[in-house]
């Protein structure tokens, strides 16, 4: 059965491993190159979400298939320049053998209610252009575009740790 559950730090090394998942996948998309350079969880992951887990403006869930963590999600609550606040889903993957079966559907259902519960003015996710995927999985749990950011490439310089280049 699926299910969500409040991520715990038992769970932390499953968590990294689906998100090096998560970016492997959306790495290579098209604007998957800047997303890992800009908007990805920094490294190291397992300080980065351990200290995601203990933060009370932040929600880690893990999605479940007959208690196996099969995915995982995370929204922060932000606070805007009038004071108010707007939820932001920075993570929600699903391994794509357990895809298409409704855990990405309980685990998106917990981050809105977590944001409902405060008082958000609305919530935020990111889908990468082409991914229709995840734009249809958003559609169909009630979000919609508010805005699309144009992009202009600008030199090809590789990252650090890129020495192929890759697109931005």
Not at 109 to 127: K, Q, S, T
Not at 138 to 162: I, K, N, Q, S
Request: net charge negative; with cysteine.
């Amino acid at each position: 059965m699926e299910q969500c559950r409040d991520a715990a730090a038992d769970d932390l090394d499953r968590i990294v491993e689906l998100a090096e998942l998560l970016r492997d996948e959306v790495g290579t998309m098209r604007g998957g190159s800047l997303w890992a350079r800009r908007e990805a969880a920094p490294e190291p992951l397992p300080v980065t979400y351990r200290a995601l887990l203990d933060r009370s403006d932040t929600r880690v869930v893990v999605g479940t298939i007959d208690e196996a963590v099969v995915g995982f999600g995370v929204v922060t609550v932000e606070t805007l320049r009038d004071g108010g606040r707007l939820g932001v889903i920075t993570d929600l993957f699903v391994e794509p053998g357990a895809r298409a079966v409704g855990v990405g559907e309980v685990m998106v259902n917990d981050l809105i209610a977590f944001c409902e519960a405060r008082d958000c003015v609305g919530i935020d996710a990111r889908a990468l252009p082409g991914h229709r995927a995840t734009k249809n999985f958003f559609e169909e749990t009630g979000f919609t575009a508010r805005a699309l950011v144009m992009h202009r490439r600008g030199a090809e310089v590789a990252p650090p740790d890129d020495p192929a280049g890759g697109d931005t």
